[in-house]
């Protein structure tokens, strides 16, 4: 098992910035990579960004590239999302989910934390 933990989350104006961050405990050594979804109210689930968990490799929606920075801290077992230039449309609940090797989708999740980014 792997548990994560997720915490950053918060009311922002837009252009402002923010930074989740998702600390992971248990069976770590499994993990492949690790990634940062959004759900929005009445919306599906959508991919944000992932990285690798060595910390290389990552990857981002259009929608946030040039604006958010996924980013790992291999000692402390933490990946970070750093958001900047924040739209009234990032405003979601934020998870951290990690995918284990030889899974082809993630199968670990957080709690979530929400963002509100108000114009």
């Known amino acids: 098992q792997v548990r994560l933990a997720e915490s950053g989350g918060g009311l922002v104006q837009a252009g402002g910035s923010l930074r989740l961050s998702c600390a992971a405990s248990g069976r770590t050594f499994s993990s492949y990579r690790m990634g940062w979804f959004r759900q929005a109210l009445g919306k599906e689930r959508e991919f944000v960004a992932a990285i690798r968990w060595s910390g290389s490799s990552p990857s981002y929606a259009d929608s946030v590239k040039g604006r958010f920075t996924i980013s790992r801290d291999n000692a402390k077992n933490t990946v970070y999302l750093q958001m900047n230039s924040l739209k009234p449309e990032d405003t979601a609940v934020y998870y951290c989910?990690?995918?284990?090797?030889?899974?082809?989708?993630?199968?670990?999740w957080g709690q979530g934390t929400q963002v509100t980014v108000s114009s």
């Open positions: 989910a990690v995918r284990s090797s030889g899974s082809s989708s993630y199968n670990y």
